[in-house]
């Protein structure tokens, strides 16, 4: 069993910076691909980034619409997963979920088990 909790919505400008947090319980927290989600009011919630952590090497999967925009990292000494966001758009704003799978390089909503509860995350124009 895994539990998230996220951290570090909140608002900022177009163009500005965020960085989430999501702290993972658990003991096996380095076997788990570690990703995150947002869902925008009225629309399905969609991949943002997924990270993953085997044979001491780190994999970093991105969405189109973020890419070269946000870096996803993990710190399995302290078991948690980030979100820098940079040159945020209005079009970013949404609620971020974390979450976790058993599957190494998963990218689809279906495979992810652990969800945390969510943190907001609004850019005004």
């Known amino acids: 069993q895994v539990q998230l909790v996220e951290s570090g919505g909140g608002l900022v400008q177009a163009g500005g910076s965020l960085r989430l947090s999501c702290a993972a319980s658990g003991r096996t927290f380095s076997s788990y691909a570690m990703g995150w989600f947002r869902q925008a009011p009225g629309k399905e919630r969609e991949f943002v980034a997924r990270?993953?952590?085997?044979?001491?090497?780190?994999?970093?999967y991105y969405a189109d619409p973020v890419k070269g925009r946000f870096t996803i990292s993990r710190d399995n000494a302290k078991n948690t997963v980030y979100l820098q966001m940079n040159s945020l758009k209005p079009e970013d704003t949404a609620v971020y979920y974390c979450?976790?799978?058993?599957?190494?390089?998963?990218?689809?909503?279906?495979?992810?088990?652990?969800w945390g509860q969510g943190t907001q995350v609004t850019v005004s124009s």
């Open positions: 990270i993953t952590w085997t044979n001491s090497n780190t994999y970093e």
């Open positions: 979450a976790a799978s058993r599957t190494l390089f998963a990218k689809t909503l279906p495979e992810f088990q652990y």
